[in-house]
Structure formats: structure tokens, C-alpha cells
């Protein structure tokens, strides 16, 4: 008989948004005929960007013929992709270079799978409330984990607490759930405790673009001594509606080495080299094509078109919870809305409320974390149309 991962019996039996989804169809079955708005799991819902489906489109056609035809790619995915992701990194400031890029299928599997080049004795820090994959997965393998309260008291943005030493330390900013952004100074305090604590930073930057403050770090290298310190997860998902097509990049600059305790060197660029030339053969051309039309100007105009159509529901969202004298946070640099709880509910209650007298699905606090069991998070990524429906909905509830 196999011994099975036990760590898996610490587990909730589903992720978050399973869970819901499981829900969600539960009541939709037994309620047909209701229409249901989903402003629950962060999904986009415009198509792809012109520019990106065209190269998309070039992609399929180059799989056509045998002189353009593209088999297994190179193992830190296509230089042309990776030299647009730097040029992308340039233009918001920050340098890098195509060997510190690594192209894959997405934030979520890199983010899981980072944790395969760190032993499990190592101490996890994690804010609370955090996008769940974090958790998840270090409680599959045994880790210990420590975490830090994000809350209003602190905006939800949790800042490093010099009595605590961690190994290993999860940052999103802007933050899934809570919207909320760090500044350079608040991520500089984090940068200096990484490298004091010869802590490593595992930066989650998935909603980068969403930044309308200028003065906002859109990456963890735009502060000084990260490279020493980071590694950062980034995703077309949010950016270019990549969500079902699939494209993510991580950036472990050459730079980040530890010491091993033979007193050998180790770069966390090779291993994650190693790591994903082992269990992974790369995104398809196809995609890594249509992504490097995303980076173009044209790509990335039609980007910010779509993203500014999030953010006008974003403050329509924000605007309703404003009208009803509920405070909330993100909405202005992050596609998420978080906010209290109305009527002293906790979250679960809340999210079936929501659906029972609204039919408006959205996401419970609970799921990020303890510190998130009186708050909901609603998402900027519906249609103009529903999210106003929805919108006059809650107006009607509360
Ligand atoms: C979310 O709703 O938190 C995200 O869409 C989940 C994800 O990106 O995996």
C-alpha cells in the first residue's frame, strides 16, 4: 500500500472557488429560470485584445507548414517573448534581463510549484487575509506556517515585524483579495527585513496593471536590494484576459543565491531551471506568440482599454457601497472590491444571502483567511451590464 501525502487530511475538501462554483451551481439547479450574476471568481469576461488574436491566429497558421512549423520551445520560453517582457519591465522603470524570465502557464502553477525548490523545515510567512494557493500549498507539504494580520487597523497591508524570523515570505500587492497596495517605502521595509532575515520574498504582482497611482511599484524590483531577496510571479490573465488562454512569467533574477549547508552556492535561477525542465516542457508557441503581441504598443493600448472598462465597475461598485455607508477597500489600484460584511453578517452567511435575495454571487472572506471572516469581495470583471444590474440589485437589499 502507498503512504499518501497526509498532509492532505489538513485540507478543506475543496479549493475556494470550487467550493463555490459547487455552490453556485447547487442553487442555480434548484432555482432555473434566475439569472445569477457572477462577480465572484476574478474571470474577465471581454474577448481577447484584436492584437493578440491576430498573432494567435499567425501562431495556428505557422503549425501549418513544415518550414514554420514550431515543436518544443526553449526551456525558459521564447527569447522574443521574454525580451518583450523586459522591454515591458523597462518602460514601467524596472531592469531585468530575458535569462532572469522564465515563461509558463500561469501566476496559480508557479506560484504551487515554486515551493519544490525549498526544503519543508523552512518557516512560511503569509499574510492573512492572501489568495489561498499560498496556504494550500504549503499545507500539502508539512510546512510551518506563520502568519501576519492584515487588517483596517493597517489598511490591510501588514508590514514586516522584526521579532518574527521567516524563510520564506508571500507578498501580492496589488492584494487578492483586499485591493490594497504597498508603496515602495512599505515594500522597502519588507526588502531590508528579507535581507536581514536572509529571507527569500515570493511576490505575487498578478494585478500589476491595474496600478492607477503613479507613484506605485508595479514590480518588487523597482526597489533596491530585491534582486537579492525575490522572486516575482506576473500573468497575462488579468492584463490581457488571459484567464482561459494561459500565460503566466516569473522573474527569478540571476542575482538570488543562497548558501547550502555543504557552504556550496545555489542560485534559484538554475534550480528553478532545473525544476521546470523536469516536470514542465514549456507554454505552446502559439500562446507565447499571441502573448508577445500583447507587449506591443498596439497590444498593450488595447489592454488599458479593457482595463479601464473593469475599473468603471469597479466604481460602480464602489460607488453603491459608498451610497450605503459601507467602507471598502481596492477598486483604484486592484480590480477587487473588499468590504465589511453588511448587517454584522460573517462572510458564508453573507455569500448565501447574496444569492438567496440577490442572486449575486460574489466571495467570501472566509476563504482568504480568518481575518477575512467578516469580509466579501466582489470583482470588477463583469459586464458593464450586469455589474449595474447587480448593483441596483444590492441597492434594493440593503
Ligand atoms: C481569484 O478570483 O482570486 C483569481 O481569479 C483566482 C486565480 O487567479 O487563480
Redesign the pocket.
Known sequence: MPKLNENYLKMKENY??AEIAHRVDKYAKEHPGQKIIRL????VTRPLEAAALKALHEGVDAMAASDTFMGYGPEHGYLFLREAIVAYYASNGVSITPEDVFISD???SDTGNITDLFADDNVILIPDPV???YVDSNVMSGRRILYIDGNADNDFLPLPDKHIHADIIYLCSPN??TGAAYTKAQLKAWVDYALENEAVILYDS?YEAYITDPDLPRSIFAIEGAKKCAIEFC?L??TAGF?GTRLGYTIVPTELTFTASSGETMSLNAMWNRRQTTKFNGTSYIIQHGAAAVFTKEGMAQCRENIRYYQENARMIGQMLTKKGIRFFGGKNSP?IWFECPMGMDSWTFFDYLLDHGQIVG?PGAGFGKNGRNYF?L?S?GLHENTREAMERFDKLF
Do not use: E
Not at 465572484?40 to 474571470?43: A, T
Open positions: 475556494l472557488f465572484g471568481i476574478g474571470d500561469g501566476a496559480k489568495y489561498p494557493v487578492n483579495p498578478a500573468s490573465s488579468k484567464t477587487y466571495t469581495r470583482t470583471f
